[in-house]
């Protein structure tokens, strides 16, 4: 079992839509948790953290984490053309270091 | 603004020969990691440095080294350069003080080897 596990994708939604990014992780002890958004041949880049149960909103994107179930996911409302990327999901294990899940393609069709 | 900068961009080398990659950082941060990203494999952690003087191995260390040489440069050195470190190779930051991690990544170096 991948420590942390997110479906490749592609995944497809309809401009305006909402797009749902889902994430499943095996480390009880993990605290912290984060999205990043990597456009194709750029870096990653930090979208979204989120430290306890429940939802965490910003702008279009809200975050919602359900420690009991092990389980983050990542809603974006509103889908634009523009959102289209991989997304990766990262949780923290002890010691400082991130386990990145394999990242989900988010295709937003005009 | 406080950026983290990776140099070279492109590189394109020979089995054998010896490399380095460089990252500079103005963000001030003490924590600094080295990542590949192959297709399908997702990041994968090399090496890790939470200060100067401490240096630890990530899930895929071999046939690579590391140094840091200050606060805000750590370079990443592959030895003898095989086709299979042909990668996308990222250097990243967090500040310790935060106590969550946020990591915030360079443009990266895209290595071939051939």
């Known amino acids: 079992q991948k420590e942390v596990e997110q479906n490749s994708g592609p995944l497809s939604v309809p401009e305006g839509a909402i797009a749902s990014l889902n994430c499943t992780y095996s480390d009880r002890v993990s605290q912290s948790f984060f999205w990043y958004r990597q456009y194709s041949g750029k870096s990653p880049e930090l979208i979204m953290s989120i430290y306890s149960n429940g939802d965490k909103e910003d702008g279009r994107f809200t975050a919602q984490l359900n420690k009991a179930s092990q389980y983050v996911s990542l809603l974006i409302r509103d889908s634009q053309p523009s959102d289209s990327a991989t997304y990766l999901c990262a949780v923290n294990k002890e010691g400082g270091k991130l386990i990145f899940g394999q990242g989900t393609e988010l295709s937003v069709k005009p | 603004d406080a950026d983290v900068t990776q140099t070279p961009r492109n590189r394109i080398t020979k089995t054998g020969k010896r490399i380095m990659l460089e990252c500079s950082q103005t963000k001030g941060h003490d924590r600094m990691y080295w990542y590949r990203q192959d297709p399908g494999l997702g990041l994968r952690l090399i090496y890790y440095?939470?200060?100067?003087?401490?240096?630890n191995k990530g899930e895929i260390s071999d046939g690579y080294s590391v140094s840091r040489q200050a606060q805000a440069k750590f370079s990443l050195s592959l030895e003898s350069a095989i086709p299979n470190q042909t990668a996308l190779y990222f250097c990243?930051?967090?500040?310790?003080?935060?106590?969550?991690?946020?990591?915030?990544f360079g443009p990266g170096t895209r290595l071939t080897v051939l």
């Open positions: 990243a930051t967090s500040d310790r003080t935060t106590g969550v991690n946020e990591q915030f």
């Open positions: 440095s939470f200060d100067v003087k401490d240096i």
